[in-house]
């Protein structure tokens, strides 16, 4: 069993940046493909970006791609979003997802959630 609890959230500014942070339990978190997804107001949850359990590979959505930047602290227990160049579409509650020994790179494939936090960007 592993919780995920996130922090980082608020609001920003377009163009700042922001870290997302997720604190994870559980002994195995090294073993844990991490990830973030997003959900805007009236749409559906859509995935950001995620790093393999052994922090080699990351993956992002082609609409975040360049700007944010996923990582993971095996040692701390901690996964981490930051967000730079932010943009008013980037506005949503942000979804820290685990999988074990898999890619959290659909919602489908998740086994954990945390209970979001919510980013807000203005123009």
């Known amino acids: 069993q592993v919780q995920l609890v996130e922090s980082g959230g608020g609001l920003v500014q377009a163009g700042g940046s922001l870290r997302l942070s997720c604190a994870a339990s559980?002994?195995?978190?090294?073993?844990?493909?991490m990830g973030w997804f997003r959900q805007a107001p009236g749409k559906e949850r859509e995935f950001v970006s995620a790093?393999?359990?052994?922090?080699?590979?990351?993956y992002y959505a082609d609409s975040v791609k360049g700007r944010f930047t996923i990582s993971k602290d095996n040692a701390k227990n901690m996964a981490y979003l930051q967000m730079s160049s932010l943009k008013p579409e980037d506005t949503a509650v942000y979804y820290c997802?685990?999988?074990?020994?898999?890619?959290?790179?659909?919602?489908?494939?998740?086994?954990?959630w945390g209970q979001g936090t919510q980013v807000t960007v203005f123009s």
């Open positions: 790093i393999s359990w052994s922090g080699v590979t990351t």
């Open positions: 559980g002994r195995t978190f090294s073993s844990y493909g």
């Open positions: 997802a685990g999988n074990y020994l898999g890619r959290a790179t659909a919602a489908h494939l998740v086994e954990y």
